[in-house]
């Protein structure tokens, strides 16, 4: 396990419409990983968990009220240049329409279309999971 200090703790939330299909945005140009598309999500501050991390951020990135999420799994990925901690949480149930509050582009994709878009190297367990469990 990576060193407490050593890693960015990162929420990750997983986030389905009534067809199945998975949210994912596309990072920013210019920062790291920049371009990539992703699940939605950010890091933690300091003292917060990671519950009340993933609420915060879906509602400032996304505009949606989490009313219910639950823990999916944890991802360490060491980059060249940085180490993440990935806690990757299931949103069972959200209010509002997901729009980007900060002019990223938005798609929903069924978990087998996932591995048409280019993720970082750190999402690659995440999609391979919500692929086995169908979602």
């Avoid at 703790?9 to 596309?26: C, E, F, S, Y």
């Avoid at 949606?64 to 639950?70: K, P």
């Avoid at 996932?114 to 692929?131: M, V």
């Amino acid at each position: 396990m990576i060193a407490s200090t050593s890693y960015v703790h990162v929420a990750v939330g997983i986030v389905q419409d009534t067809q199945g299909r998975i949210l994912i945005t596309r990072r920013a140009d210019g920062v790291h990983q920049g371009g990539l598309w992703e699940f939605p999500g950010g890091k933690l501050e300091t003292g917060e968990d990671p519950q009340a991390a993933l609420i915060r951020e879906l509602h400032e990135e996304l505009g949606i009220e989490v009313l219910t999420a639950n823990s999916l799994l944890k991802v360490y990925h060491e980059y060249p240049d940085k180490r993440v901690l990935l806690d990757v949480w299931r949103v069972e149930c959200y209010r509002g329409q997901p729009q980007s509050a900060e002019d990223q582009p938005l798609d929903w994709l069924l978990p087998q279309q996932l591995s048409e878009r280019a993720f970082p190297a750190a999402d690659k367990p995440i999609i391979t999971a919500l692929r086995k469990k169908k979602a």
